[in-house]
T-cell receptor, first 117, second 111 residues
């Protein structure tokens, strides 16, 4: 299957700092990438959809000025959590959509666990 | 509003048994259906995709789709303790590339 990487896998930061998370599709081009957040024992929550070369589409309730998304190339999308606070501590997961013929499968990165002190 | 319903479980089955996981969806326009497995503390992993009515088999896994009844199921034969995880059902409507995920069913396979 397709491989999606995320970096870093784990980050601990102080309140008020910004954290950048990278998501890369390693062996395919992804015109669309998704960013999710998952709190412990909760379901995946879609934060935003990122299309290469255009502005991200944010889900209702997600602050676009706080969660900056840049999809600069067909293999890289970044999520920057600005001025992070303890309530932003969560598991952030990206996924990338592979287009193959008529099928559109989505593959997840390994996730980034963010802890804000 | 697009919705996916899954029993949160946990579903507990003995090793070697068949585990049956079910999912219903509300959008009749849905065309793509997926099952993901998520181990605790890890990200979801795609294990099956199904696009047409009927069964699709891959090793010990069989996905079953019934569009008329709007449900999709996942059967795991010869369940192993390593199958213990949360299984997420997802679907995507025709013309949309944004999937809708269920909350997941927790499966426990006990020795």
């Amino acid at each position: 299957g397709a491989v999606v990487s995320q970096h870093p896998s784990r980050v601990i930061c102080k309140s008020g700092t910004s954290v950048k998370i990278e998501c890369r599709s390693l062996d395919f081009q992804a015109t669309t990438m998704f960013w999710y957040r998952q709190f412990p024992k909760q379901s995946l929550m879609l934060m935003a959809t990122s299309n290469e070369g255009s502005k991200a589409t944010y889900e209702q309730g997600v602050e676009k000025d706080k969660f900056l998304i840049n999809h600069a190339s067909l293999t890289l999308s970044t999520l920057t959590v600005t001025s992070a606070h303890p309530e932003d501590s969560s598991f952030y997961i990206c996924s990338a959509k592979m287009t193959s013929g008529n099928y559109n499968e989505q593959f997840f990165g390994p996730g980034t666990r963010l802890t804000v002190l | 509003q697009k919705e996916v319903e899954q029993n949160s479980g946990p579903l507990s089955v003995p090793e070697g048994a068949i585990a049956s996981l079910n999912c219903t969806y509300s959008d009749r326009g849905s065309q793509s259906f997926f099952w993901y497995r998520q181990y605790s503390g890890k990200s979801p992993e795609l294990i099956m995709s199904i696009y047409s009515n009927g069964d699709k088999e891959d090793g010990r896994f069989t996905a079953q789709l019934n569009k008329a009844s709007q449900y999709v199921s996942l059967l795991i034969r010869d369940s192993q303790p390593s199958d213990s995880a949360t299984y997420l059902c997802a679907f995507r409507a025709g013309g949309s590339y944004i999937p809708t995920f269920g909350r997941g069913t927790s499966l426990i396979v006990h020795p």
